[in-house]
């Protein structure tokens, strides 16, 4: 046996093994990735092998999937969308998208997908997923649904929405322009719009009705251990004469500025006045006590609003949490560990603020819910304080005795004030991608750039927003493609095809042709099994004497039917950190979606184009 042709042997055992690894998630996809990258270092070390141009493969050519610019547009990407989510920019269009749909938390998300399919027969597809992946991630939180449910079909019904114009998808446009070039065949903006629509609108029912109740809700380890949405914590807010809830009035025995919050009492000078609140008017040295979820005082500390002032030494604790920058403030539980000194004392007894830095924005007792003034409140062994600080104030309790920090707890309040440059800086990338005037990669960059440069992020929360999983698994997949290319892996497939399919009738090749590009456009990039195949396809065509039309339409639909792996399309790597996606997700949900295109497309296009 040739050389080359037991480098090929090897190649697609290594590629259908890094496969299997993938999608049984014995082992993480990071090492499986890394695993296949230096079997096709040592494979083409050992049996040398050149490039189709004459030019050997090297070390180099297989770590260059790591600086691809798919890659780095991604990674970039991902960090603009932490910019966006750390400053809450988006909350305010996901409230209004929600009222506009009535609140109809299972269909709430369907007319946005709807509009991104529309969207992306126009524009580049992954312009279109970035614009709304944080949307609809909003829209999800709003309405209790997991992110998982819907960033899937984000990325699948922008793919769907691509393949139905000539622009729809740049895979539509490098077909179209070398069967021009090597062929009489002109495809003009429509010309397979009405065969696209029909094939992309049976894929659209599945991925509307369907595919969401086949998705698992994934959550990070944090959220699994938080589960905090729930607790209720009991705080106080002192009603100074400045404050906002001045002038308030109880309305039907609630008090609406505070429709997130329980309040519980409201503390006037020696009387508490108890609920229900009829005609009780807030007014200064008021102090109101409130239950809330900590979700709802983060909220309040991200808007900047005076919650309470705790310490008995004067009003400067509450004050410097309020006029703390929101970006520099993080909030954490800890609770009160048996022996502490902190039990049977109140907060301003405790001294806690002065120790430690921190301000205890509630405290949450597991066996009751006490009716009384936070400060009030004698701390028990196991009560559960939220506190708030800067990130070395709460690191610096991991070591009081006093108080168990809980780490997996510890999140930064939102930097609310800087929403508008964040959505400003988002916008801009958008555009300039969506225009054409800027290559998506360098915008991408640029806008990473200034997340950071104007304070939307930090370099540490930038770079918690970069997936490993994603960076392994693109520099491993183009790892595999240099293999199959320098090894005529991939051709090899393609003239089996055409051998298979002699004498065998039109529309079984259209069928067959369709599978064969279906399945390679999930491990290849969709745009190297459209240049693959484009000659073979109108070549095809001419072996049996048919117009090459339905070949090349055939081609572009099934070039984008990638939908089966995370590497298939870059929408897909695009949701998959966010959605917390495994590659079997996308196994799972993704294959019965290509399956059903190729059987709408089987079934239509011989009547379509009379074959």
């Known amino acids: 046996m040739h050389s080359v042709d037991i480098a090929m042997a090897l190649t697609f055992v290594v590629i259908a093994s890094t496969v299997v690894l993938y999608a049984l998630e014995r082992y993480a996809i990071e090492t499986v990735a890394l695993g296949s990258v230096s079997a096709f270092i040592v494979i ?4 040398p092998v050149n490039m189709p141009d004459g030019t050997p493969v090297t070390t180099g050519d297989f770590l260059a999937g790591f600086a691809n610019p798919a890659l780095i547009t991604v990674i970039c990407l991902l960090i603009i969308g932490q910019g966006l989510f750390q400053t809450d920019a988006l909350e305010g269009p996901a409230k209004t998208i929600v009222r506009m749909t009535r609140g109809r938390s299972q269909h709430a998300t369907i007319p946005i997908l709807i509009v991104v399919a529309a969207l992306s027969a126009f524009l580049n597809n992954t312009p279109v997923v970035v614009m709304f992946l944080p949307i609809l991630t909003a829209v999800a939180a709003t309405v209790g649904q997991s992110p998982a449910r819907v ?14 114009t000539l622009i729809g998808s740049s895979t539509n446009l490098l077909v179209a322009n070398y069967a021009a070039q090597s062929s009489d065949l002109k495809l003009t903006f429509f010309s397979f719009t009405p065969i696209g629509l029909m094939v992309a609108s049976a894929g659209a029912v599945y991925v ?20 905090t949405s729930g607790k209720q914590f009991i705080a106080q807010i002192e009603i100074t004469y400045d404050h906002p809830l001045v002038g308030v009035e109880a309305v039907s025995g609630m008090f609406p500025k505070l429709k997130d919050m329980t309040v519980r ?17 807030l007014s200064p040295g008021d ?164 997340m950071i440069a104007t304070g939307c992020l930090n370099i540490r929360q930038a770079m918690r927003a970069i997936d ?26 393609a003239t089996a095809l055409v051998d298979l399919l002699s004498g065998a009738s039109p529309p079984v090749i259209l069928s067959a042709l369709f599978f064969i590009v279906m399945i390679l456009t999930n491990f290849l990039s969709n745009n190297a099994a459209a240049v693959l195949f484009t000659p073979i396809a109108i070549n095809l065509a001419d072996q049996i004497g048919q117009e090459p ?37 996308f196994v799972r949900a993704g294959t019965p979606l290509a399956l059903i295109l190729w059987l709408t497309f089987s079934l239509i296009a011989p009547w379509y184009y009379g074959l």
């Open 44 to 47: 083409f070390s050992v049996i």
């Open 151 to 164: 960033l899937m079909p984000l990325s699948f019904i922008a793919i769907l929405g691509g393949m139905t």
């Open 208 to 227: 509307l009705f369907i595919m969401p109740h086949l998705m698992k809700n994934r959550k990070t380890m944090a959220e699994e251990f938080q589960a």
């Open 265 to 281: 009492l409201v503390q006037r000078g020696q009387k508490p006045i108890l609920p229900p609140f009829e005609n009780v008017v």
């Open 287 to 450: 102090t109101v006590i409130v239950a809330a979820t900590r979700a709802a005082l983060a909220n309040a500390l991200a808007r900047r609003q005076p919650l309470m002032e705790t310490e008995s030494e004067g009003n400067t604790s509450g004050r410097e949490a309020q006029t703390a920058q929101p970006g520099s403030i993080s909030l954490a539980e800890v609770v009160v560990a048996p022996a502490s000194r902190l039990m049977g004392r109140t907060l301003p007894q405790s001294g806690f603020y002065n120790d430690t830095g921190c301000l205890v924005m509630g405290i949450q007792r597991r066996s009751r819910m006490p009716r009384m003034a936070m400060n009030d409140i004698r701390l028990e062994a196991g009560d559960v304080l939220l506190v708030a600080g800067n990130e070395a104030e709460i690191a610096r309790l991991r070591g009081n005795r006093d108080v168990l920090l809980l780490d997996w707890s510890t999140t930064e309040v939102p930097r609310r004030r800087y929403a508008p440059r964040a959505l400003l800086i988002f916008a801009c990338v958008v555009a300039l991608a969506a225009s054409g005037l800027v290559p998506i990669v360098s915008a991408a960059v640029a806008g990473t750039f200034a």
């Open 468 to 493: 490993s999983r994603i960076f392994m698994l693109v520099g491993a997949s183009l790892a595999g493609a240099v293999a199959l290319e320098a090894t005529g892996g991939a051709a090899a497939i």
């Open 549 to 585: 039309e339905a070949f090349v339409v055939c081609l572009i639909i099934a070039a984008n039917t990638s939908f089966a792996t995370p590497v298939g399309y870059q929408t897909n790597l695009i949701v998959m950190g966010p959605g917390h996606y495994r590659f079997i997700d």
